[in-house]
C-alpha cells in the first residue's frame, strides 16, 4: 500500500497529533500489530490502537471467548494482556523502533488505576496518544460500567487528562449501551477527552442449541461487526451533531472504504478497522485505499473536506 | 498431569516458529474429492505450498462475496503437490459445508499457511501419528518428511466408523506401518486409537497427534506416561487464525515452567503434549499467569 | 403446517390467555395477517401481532423508508395505518372471522390516546390482547421515547391496564436503546403489565454513499433482524434473570426454529418472527415447526418446560 | 398534474388483483444467457409460470445459505413457456450481481406471481407499449397477449446504449410496429423514447410503459395529455415484496379520488399512469390520506 495512492489528501490528526492516514486498528482486534506485518505496511496506518492493558498482566477468561453471529461476532476474551510493565518493556518498543505510532488503549477497574497508566505512559516514544477504554465494570460502583454513567466516565477521563502527558491526546471510547450518548459524549468532554471514539461493542448474548447454556462462560459478551454499523453510524451522527468541534475516531463493523465513507460523513476524522480484520488480515490497508478512492471519485480534495459532510 | 512439575522434567520444548510468513491469496480449486465423509479440496497455492510445513493450516473466508459469516475457518494442511495445497474437509456447519461443496474452478479466499509446524526428532528416531477423524490427513505430509528425515514411521488412524476414516492409504503409502481402528469396527480393530497406540508407543522415540481433543489427551497421556515426548495439533475455536483476537487460547506450560493462555493460533496449533493441561482446557486455574488480576486466587 | 407436528405440546399463553402455539407474527412485520394467507395457514399461528394503531389514519412517512443493512435492515415507515376506526371496521373482523387470533399493537403520542385506543378495543371479537408500542415520541416530554424512560413507560402502562378490558393481557414492548432494560421492566410491570414484548428496534442510520446524506428521510431508523438477535437474547436473559414470574415475548431476528429455542432458552413463553417474513413469507410457520422439532431433539416434552432452562 | 383534479376526470380505474395468490418455491435455473447488459434466466417454476400474467413480478432470495442480505429482490416476469418463467437481470449491486450469476442447474427461491397485472384494454385497441431498459422485457408477453385480444400492437423500446436495449427481437416478433431509440444513438433512432412516443400516443387507444421512473412519468403525461389512458409499471424499493412491510408506497389517486401512500407490491406495480402523483414520490404532500396526523398542514 502507498499511502497517496489517489491525489487525495488523506492527512487527519488525533486531537492536536497529525496521522499519515486516517485508519486505524481497532483496540483489540489487532493485538499489537506485530501479527499484521506480512499483510500491511504498518508505518502506513494512521496508528495502531493496542490492546487495552491494565496495570497487571491479566490471563483473560477462560474459553469458550467467542461465538460467531449474523454479520458480527460475540467476544469476551476478558483483556487478555501483558499489563503496563510488559507493554512498555516489549510490544511499545517494538512499535517504536519501526515508526509505527501507537495509539495506546488503557482500561482498569478503579479512577487511579487509570491515572497510573496514564503516568506510566508519559513521553513513552512512539505513543501518540490514549483511548481510555471506560466499558469496564467500575468496582466502586457494584461493577456498572463507567461508560454507562456520565459521572462515573467524567471522572475517569479527568484523572487520565491530569495525569497524562499533554502532548499526548486522551480519546474517551464510548458504549453505545446508553439511553443518551450525547450526554455521556458531552460530559466525558468537559472533563478534558481531546476527542471520542465509538463505538465499543453491544452487550450481546448467544445461548448454544445444544448445552442449552450461554456459549460464553461470562455469559454476555460484546457484539462487534458489520452488524452493528448502523448503531455505530449513528452514535457518531448524534455526537457529531450535539459537539461538532469534538474530534471523532469512528468504528464498528467497518469492511469497506464505502463503510468507512459513512463514518467520516457522519462526523468521524479517522477510523478503526475491528472485527473486519479477522476476516480480512490487510482490511485496514484495504479499507484506506478504497477510502481514497470514494473520496477522489466524489470530488473531494482532501479527507478533512468531507468530515461530517453529510450533516451540511 | 499435576500443575506443579518442575521446569525441567518437560519431554517437550515449545514448538518454535514457522521459517515463513502466511499469505493470503484468492486461489482456485483445482479438484474436489469426496472421500468416505470429507470432502479433500486441493487448489492452485503456490505460495502457501511453497511455505508450508507439516503440521501447519490454512484459514478460509467462508459463504461468497454476500456472507454473514466473517469469521475464517481453519483447516489443516493435509498435504502439497506442484504447486498446489490439499485439504480435507469435514462437512459439520455452515461454514465447512460450503467449503465442501467447493468444486474445481470456484475460487476462494486463503490465509496461510498459519501456525506452527511439528518439531522433528532426532534423525532415526521411531515415530508414531495418531490421527482421529479427518485428523488423520494432516499427518501424511509429516509422515513423509520424517521418513526422509530417516525416521520409522508407525502410524494409527482411527475414527467413529469406515467412512470417518481418513487418508488410510496416503499413510500406507508412506508408512512403515499402519494401524486402523473404528470405534464400530466397520473397519480395522473395533475400538479407539489408543488400543494401538498403547501397543506401538513403547518403540517409539516421539509421538504426533492430530484429531479430537479427548484424543489428544489420550495420546499425550499414553506418550507421557511412557516417557516419549510427544506433539499434539490442537483444535480450538479460531476467530483470526493469525494472532490477533484471543480466542483461541487454552493453559500451556512454557519452557519457564508457567502457565500462560496461549494463542492456539501463532503459539499452536503444534503443542507438546506433556505441556498442554488438557483437564484445565475451558477453566481458568489460579497459576495461570494473570489469573489473580482476574480475581482467581490460590485455593 | 399441522400444529401438532411433533409429540411436543406447543401451547403456551400470553398472560392468562391460551396461545395454540408460541409462534406469533411481529408488529408491523406482517400488516394485518391477510397479506400473509397464501403462505401460511393463519389460524395455526399463536397469533397474528398487527401493525401498530394509532387514534388516527396515519399516511407514514415518505420514502425511502429503508435501506438494507448487514443481515438486516433499517426502517422508518412512520406507522401508517388506517387508525382505530379503519381497523375496527376492516381488519379485525377479517381475522376474527376466520379464527385468527389477534394481538393488537397501540401506539400514541400522549398517555391519554393510549387509554383511548384500549377502550375502543375493549371486548372486541377475537382480540386476545394488547401489545403496547411505547417506542414512540411523547409529545408531552421534548419528544423523547417512552420506552426510554421508566416512568414515562409506567404512565403509558398503567393507563392502559386501567382502560383495557380486563380480560386482555396488557404486554408494554420494550426498546433495547436503553442503560438499563431491567429498571424499565420493573417498572412496567409494577405498573401493571402483564407481560413484555422484547424487543423493538435498535436505532440505526445508514448513510447513501451515492448522495451522502442519510437514506432515510426521518434520518435515523430501526434496525430489525438477525444482526440484532444477539442483543435481543441478552434483553430477555437479563430481564427474565430479575423477574422470572412475568412472561414475555421474545422477537430480535428469529430466524429459524434454534433461533427461537434460544429465546424460550432465555426466558421467552413465546415469540414474534419480523423481519425474517421479508425473506421467508413462510417463515412463521416454518419456525414454529423447527422449534417443535428442536424441543423433541432435547428431550422436552412441553415447550413451557424449556421456557427459562438457560437459567437452570 | 393536477392534485385537485376532480374524482371522475381520470382516464384509468386503479389495476385489479391478479386472478390467483403466489406461491413460494425453490426452483431451477434451466438456462441463464447473457443478451446485451443483462441476463436472462429461464426458470422450471410451472407454478409460477400457470399463475402469472403480464404485469407481475416474481421476488428472489439472493446471496445462498449464508446470505447478509435478507431483503427480497424483485424482478419483472418477462415472459412465460411450457412450465418456465424467464426474467431478465441488470447487474447493478450485490443482489442483482449474484442473480446474475446464476447457471443452468442452479436453484433459487422464488416467490411470485407478486403485484397486479397490466388491465386490458377492450378488444381491437391499439395500444402502444413503452419499455425503458430491461423494462422492455416485461412487455413482450403483454404484447403478446394484447395481440391474441385483437389489439394492434406499437412498441417503442429504449435505452442509454445498444447494449442496455432490450427484447427487440422478441417485441419484433409480436408487435405490429417497434420503435427502438437510444440515448447515445448506437441503435434505432438517437434521443429518448418520447420522440417516439410522442408520434405514435395518437393513434393509440390506451399505453403502457415500463422502465425508470422519469420515462414513466413522460409516457404518463404525453398519454394524459392526449387523453389515453396509461398504465405504468413502478419500481419502487421493496423490503418483501407481498405488501406487510409498508416500504414501497408512492403516492396514488384512488378512485375515491383521494391520493393515498399505495403499496407498489400489491396495490402495484401497475399502476394508472394519471393516478401516480409523479412529482410528489418521496415526499408527504398535505391532501395525502393521513398526513395531517404526521402534523403535515394544508399550506
Ligand atoms: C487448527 C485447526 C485445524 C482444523 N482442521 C480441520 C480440517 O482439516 N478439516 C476440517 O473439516 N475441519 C478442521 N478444523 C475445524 C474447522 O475449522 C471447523 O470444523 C469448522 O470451522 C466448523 O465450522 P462450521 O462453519 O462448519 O461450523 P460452525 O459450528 O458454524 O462454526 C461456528 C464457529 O465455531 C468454530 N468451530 C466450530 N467447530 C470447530 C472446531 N471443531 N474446531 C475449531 N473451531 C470450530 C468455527 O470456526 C466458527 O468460527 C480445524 C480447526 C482448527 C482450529
Ligand atoms: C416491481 C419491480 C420489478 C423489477 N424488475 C426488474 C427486472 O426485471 N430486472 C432487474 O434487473 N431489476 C428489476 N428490478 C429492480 C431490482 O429489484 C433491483 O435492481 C435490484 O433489487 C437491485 O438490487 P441489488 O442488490 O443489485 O442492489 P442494491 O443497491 O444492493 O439493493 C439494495 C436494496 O435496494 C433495493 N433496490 C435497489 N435498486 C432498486 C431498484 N432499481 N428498484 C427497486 N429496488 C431497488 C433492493 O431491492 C435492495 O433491497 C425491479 C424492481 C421492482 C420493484
Ligand atoms: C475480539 C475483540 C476484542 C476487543 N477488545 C477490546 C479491547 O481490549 N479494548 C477496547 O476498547 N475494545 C475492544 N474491542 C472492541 C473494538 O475495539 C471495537 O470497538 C468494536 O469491536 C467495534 O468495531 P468492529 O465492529 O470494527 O470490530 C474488542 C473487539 C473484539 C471483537
Ligand atoms: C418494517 C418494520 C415495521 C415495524 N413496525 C412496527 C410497529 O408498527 N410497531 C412495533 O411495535 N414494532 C414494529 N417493528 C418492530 C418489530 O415488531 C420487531 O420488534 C423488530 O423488528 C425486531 O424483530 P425482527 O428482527 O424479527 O424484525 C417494525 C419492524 C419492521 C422491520
Ligand atoms: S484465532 Fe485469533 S488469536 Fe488465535
Ligand atoms: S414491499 Fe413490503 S409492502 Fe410492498
Chains 1, 3 share one sequence.
Request: charged content about 15%; glycine content about 12%.
Amino acid at each position: 500500500m502507498t499511502v497517496l495512492d489517489t491525489a487525495v489528501d488523506m492527512t487527519t490528526a488525533l486531537g492536536s497529533v497529525p496521522l499519515v492516514g486516517p485508519v486505524l486498528t481497532a483496540s483489540g482486534c489487532s493485538a499489537f500489530g506485530q501479527e499484521l506485518e506480512p499483510f500491511v505496511d504498518l508505518t502506513a496506518l494512521g496508528a495502531v490502537v493496542t490492546k487495552s492493558v491494565q496495570l497487571r498482566p491479566r490471563s483473560g477468561r477462560p474459553t469458550p471467548r467467542m461465538a460467531e453471529t449474523p454479520s458480527g461476532m460475540l467476544n469476551s476474551i476478558g483483556l487478555q494482556g501483558p499489563g503496563i510493565d510488559g507493554l512498555l518493556a516489549g510490544e511499545l518498543p517494538w512499535l517504536a523502533e519501526r515508526g509505527v505510532p501507537a495509539f495506546v488503549s488503557i482500561a482498569g477497574t478503579r479512577v487511579e488505576d487509570f491515572a497510573e497508566l496514564a503516568t506510566r505512559l508519559r513521553g513513552v516514544p512512539g505513543v501518540l496518544g490514549l483511548e481510555v477504554n471506560i466499558s469496564c465494570p467500575n468496582v466502586e460502583s457494584r461493577g456498572e460500567v463507567f461508560a454507562c454513567d456520565p459521572l462515573a466516565a467524567s471522572d475517569v477521563i479527568a484523572a487520565v487528562r491530569a495525569a497524562a502527558d499533554p502532548a499526548q491526546p486522551v480519546y474517551a471510547k464510548l458504549s453505545p449501551d446508553v439511553t443518551d450518548i450525547v450526554s455521556v459524549a458531552r460530559a466525558v468532554t468537559e472533563a478534558g477527552a481531546d476527542g471520542l471514539s465509538m463505538i465499543n461493542t453491544l452487550l450481546g448474548l448467544v445461548i448454544d442449541p445444544d448445552t442449552m447454556k450461554p456459549v460464553l462462560g461470562g455469559v454476555t459478551g460484546g457484539l462487534s461487526g458489520p452488524a452493528v454499523r448502523p448503531v455505530a453510524v449513528r452514535c457518531v451522527w448524534q455526537v457529531h451533531q450535539a459537539l461538532p468541534e469534538v474530534p471523532i475516531l469512528g468504528m464498528g463493523g467497518i469492511r469497506s472504504g464505502l463503510d468507512a465513507l459513512q463514518f467520516v460523513l457522519a462526523g468521524a476524522s479517522a477510523v478503526s478497522v475491528g472485527t473486519a480484520v479477522f476476516h480480512d488480515p490487510s482490511a485496514t490497508a484495504r479499507v484506506h485505499r478504497e477510502l481514497a478512492a470514494a473520496l477522489a471519485e466524489r470530488g473531494f480534495s482532501s479527507l478533512r473536506e468531507a468530515v461530517g459532510y453529510a450533516h451540511r | 498431569m499435576s500443575t506443579s512439575r518442575a521446569k525441567g522434567s518437560y519431554l517437550t520444548q515449545p514448538a518454535p516458529k514457522a521459517s515463513q510468513p502466511p499469505v493470503q491469496r484468492e486461489v482456485e480449486v483445482v479438484s474436489a474429492r469426496p472421500v468416505g465423509a470429507y470432502v479433500e479440496l486441493t487448489l492452485a497455492a503456490p505460495e502457501v505450498a511453497q511455505r508450508a510445513q507439516p503440521g501447519q493450516f490454512v484459514a478460509f473466508a467462508v459463504g461468497g462475496p454476500m456472507t454473514a459469516n466473517l469469521l475464517r475457518r481453519s483447516i489443516a494442511i493435509a498435504g502439497t503437490g506442484e504447486g498446489t495445497v490439499t485439504v480435507v474437509v469435514a462437512p459439520h456447519g455452515p461454514g465447512s459445508t460450503w467449503l465442501a461443496e467447493r468444486r474445481a474452478g470456484d475460487t476462494v479466499d486463503v490465509v496461510g499457511p498459519l501456525g506452527r509446524p511439528f518439531p522433528l526428532p532426532g534423525s532415526g528416531t521411531t515415530a508414531l501419528l495418531v490421527g482421529g477423524g479427518y485428523g488423520a490427513a494432516a499427518l501424511v505430509g509429516l509422515a513423509g518428511l520424517l521418513r526422509s528425515h530417516g525416521s520409522r514411521v508407525l502410524a494409527v488412524t482411527g475414527a467413529a466408523d469406515a467412512a470417518r476414516l481418513c487418508s488410510v492409504e496416503e499413510l500406507g503409502a508412506v508408512a512403515d506401518r499402519v494401524e486402523v481402528t473404528t470405534d464400530d469396527g466397520s473397519a480395522g480393530r473395533a475400538g479407539r486409537v489408543t488400543v494401538a497406540v498403547d501397543e506401538l508407543i513403547g518403540e517409539s522415540g516421539v509421538a504426533y497427534a492430530c484429531g479430537p481433543m479427548p484424543m489428544l489427551r489420550a495420546v499425550a497421556d499414553a506418550a507421557t506416561a511412557a516417557g516419549v515426548p510427544s506433539y499434539v495439533a490442537v483444535e480450538e475455536s479460531m476467530a483470526c487464525g493469525i494472532g490477533v483476537c484471543m480466542t483461541c487460547v487454552l493453559p500451556v506450560v512454557g519452557s519457564d515452567g508457567q502457565t500462560r493462555f496461549s494463542r492456539s493460533c501463532t503459539e499452536g496449533p503444534v503443542f507438546g503434549g506433556d505441556r498442554v493441561r488438557f483437564a484445565d482446557v475451558g477453566s481458568l486455574p489460579w497459576d495461570v499467569v494473570g489469573a489473580d488480576a482476574m480475581g482467581v486466587v490460590r485455593p
